[in-house]
């Protein structure tokens, strides 16, 4: 087993790696760039090495310093999170080069997958259902033409891409040129690597995805679906498992084409598989593969019984995965809202700030991975994303309700966040009959925030300005403090 | 005495034990059980209902949340000016949000056209396109490929023909 892993990432998903090493008894090292001096992944961690200016490119996407700062530390192992260098094949083989242990799939599998375009025609030859669409275009002819083959509305995406970045949906072929230019331009910002391709787009559509798990002994099982179908500026912001609109049937069909897709690049370590659902058919479609851990992993461990990220540790290091299919099973029903600094009203754009207030709720079935605390500023270097609040109950209707309890006790101000509107989502009563596709949000949900503050909360911000004025008055006059006054030291009211 | 928040005026008049809050025509008595200033949390009982109110203070802005939904108001007094006091011509273009210039498709004195791409910025990954509202000429370009903007900073002056 490894005795010290870099991580090199940040946020919570760096604090929930090194809780797993933790438990592991496995020292950790963090890494940090100069806007994360202070961050709570620094803190949590043994040791931390500085790498960098705030913009990731010249930090957490630095492959040669993270490599320094691996090597100086003395880890024997890279986990490389989600996001960032996690599924750059290039740095997986750089860290193996450097005799160290990269924490995932290998090279090789990354690489196959990684691009959008080779994938696909790894899928169609391994008998893997894809979604009509043209690979390897180069020039703008070439992809107006492969679009009016294929029929409008198309996707243009990045290749090597991931995450909603450098993707685009073109309605019409009048924008095809400029949403190319964006989308190339997104790319290469986010991935280095402008190659884009073009599908049809399904707009029913629901996002549906298997969590697999491999071994480097040869066991390849999968554990388990993801819906993923609440998204926005097509990334997730709700996710949950089981998915309600899948039959056991649909499952078994599913998770054996997931496996099968797994085992065509030779793939080992936790990996996800998405597929394109669409309920009118049942049809479902090979969408991409992400070679790691996933954002919404927790989901799965919560109802498969299973620490995710501790096994990827355990068979990095060359265990043996000990589950067949036939012993794994769900349990119960679990959901993950991702709390966004961002504003729903005004098309989702990050809100930075410092967190004035930052409570996270707690109780039985609620699990809260985050990265920050109060105090600590949203930059705008870094993804919004402020904490992944989870919960898991009996069924379905349960999970729903206690959710519904968290978020109402999730304080966060400083920032303006989606938690609102995520509220909004869970009580809708397509959201309860299963019937939210990928496009839901932007065309069947008229969200508006209220007009007007509620009389409580005027009620309250007058209380506490007047009693802070009172006490700061009758300090004047040196008469006896306000007996009601409760701001018993004025200070900690920041005016 | 009265407390205004987006142009919402809240008088408070203490009483015995509690204080009278009125807002137009309707008033509730508001008695503070507890008041907790480290963490801005105020337990009121409000016409006999328990509410719990967090609080905290950011200049003139405050940011209230009760039974998990959060509000941002205002605060105008005598001593501040009201509103957010910043007001932009209409050919100004401002950042949305603080990022940077990755894109300049335009120069000063160029003839543009309404909903033409004028500057694209990066944002936490995300491309923000700047468009401008109307037909004109590019009076001032006030940004350059590659800097950082902070939020509400001026990047692009546009002006009618005729004006230029």
């Known amino acids: 087993m490894f005795k010290k892993i870099l991580i090199a990432n940040r946020g919570e998903i760096a604090i929930r790696i090194i809780r797993a090493c933790r438990e592991l008894g496995i020292r950790t090292v963090a890494v940090y760039s100069d806007a994360d001096k202070n961050a709570l992944h620094v803190q949590h961690a043994d040791e931390a090495v500085h790498i960098g200016a705030a913009p990731p490119r010249e930090s957490y996407l630095n492959a040669d310093a993270l490599l320094r700062a691996a090597l100086s530390s003395q880890a024997d192992a890279v986990h490389p999170g989600y996001g960032f260098l996690s599924e750059n094949a290039s740095f997986a083989a750089a860290v193996d080069s450097a005799n160290l242990t990269f924490i995932g799939p290998s090279a090789d599998s990354i690489r196959a997958m990684g691009d959008k375009a080779e994938s696909k025609i790894r899928m169609k030859e391994a008998g893997v259902p894809t979604v009509p669409g043209a690979e390897g275009l180069q020039s703008l002819p070439e992809f107006e033409n492969a679009a009016r083959e294929i029929g409008y509305p198309v996707l243009v995406k990045a290749s090597a891409g991931g995450g909603g970045k450098g993707m685009r949906i073109v309605w019409d072929a009048n924008d095809l040129p400029e949403e190319i230019d964006a989308a190339r331009r997104e790319a290469l910002h986010a991935f280095g690597d402008d190659r884009l391709l073009i599908e049809k787009y399904l707009p029913h559509a629901h996002h549906i995805e298997f969590q697999v798990f491999g071994d480097k002994h040869g066991r390849l099982v999968h554990l388990f679906e993801r819906e993923c179908s609440v998204q926005r500026r097509h990334q997730k912001i709700i996710e949950e498992t089981p998915s309600p609109l899948l039959t056991p049937e649909l499952r078994r069909q599913m998770g054996e084409a997931a496996v099968k897709a797994a085992q065509a690049v030779g793939y080992y370590n936790a990996g996800t598989v998405e597929f394109i659902f669409d309920p009118a058919s049942s049809a479902f479609y090979f969408l991409e593969m992400n070679t790691r851990l996933q954002v919404e992993h927790p989901v799965t461990e919560l109802t498969a019984g299973l620490d995710l990220v501790q096994w990827q540790i355990r068979v990095a290091a060359g265990e043996r995965f ?122 069947n949900f008229n969200w508006e925030p209220p007009s007007s503050p509620s009389f409580e909360s005027l009620v309250a911000a007058a209380l506490a300005d007047f009693t802070i004025v009172n006490r700061q008055s009758s300090i004047e006059n040196r008469n006896e403090p306000d007996p009601f006054s409760p701001w018993k030291n004025p200070s900690g009211f920041r005016n | ?66 039974d998990g939904q959060t509000f ?39 003839s543009v056209t309404k909903g033409q791409t004028l500057l694209v910025l990066e944002a936490m990954k995300m491309e923000i396109r700047i468009q401008t509202p109307m037909d004109g000429v590019v009076k001032k370009l006030l940004v350059v490929h590659g800097q950082t903007v902070e939020r509400e900073q001026k990047l692009i002056e546009i002006v009618d023909k005729l004006e230029s």
Request: charged share 20%; aromatic share 6%; glycine share 8%.
């Open chain 2, 72 to 110: 941002v108001l205002t605060k105008s007094s005598a001593s501040r000016k009201s509103g957010s006091g910043h007001h932009h011509a209409a050919g100004e273009l401002t950042a949305p949000m603080p990022g940077q210039v990755r894109v300049v498709n335009v120069s000063e004195g160029d």
């Open chain 2, 1 to 66: 005495m009265k407390i205004i928040f987006n142009n919402t005026t809240i008088d408070i008049v203490p009483t015995d034990a509690s204080y009278r809050v009125a807002i137009g025509d309707k008033t509730v008595n508001a008695e503070i059980l507890r008041a907790d200033t480290e963490h801005g949390k105020l337990d009121l009982l409000l016409d006999g209902e328990r509410v719990t109110a967090y609080i905290s203070s950011d200049n003139a802005r405050r940011w209230v949340t009760v």
């Open chain 1, 322 to 443: 000990p589950y067949s299919q036939e012993q794994l099973t769900q349990r119960g029903h679990a959901i993950e809202c991702r709390v966004y600094a961002e504003d729903p009203a005004s098309g989702f754009l990050p809100s930075t700030g410092v967190l004035l207030q930052y409570i996270e709720p707690h109780g039985p079935g609620i699990r809260v991975d985050s990265g920050f605390r109060a105090g600590d500023e949203v930059t705008h270097f870094y993804d919004p994303l402020l904490a992944k609040l989870i919960v898991h109950a009996e069924d379905r209707p349960a999970a729903i309700r206690k959710m519904q309890a968290a978020l109402r006790d999730f304080v966060v101000q400083g920032v303006v966040t989606n938690i609102d509107f995520m509220q909004a989502v869970l009580a809708h009563p397509d959201f309860a009959g299963g019937k939210v596709s990928t496009r839901w949000v932007e065309n």
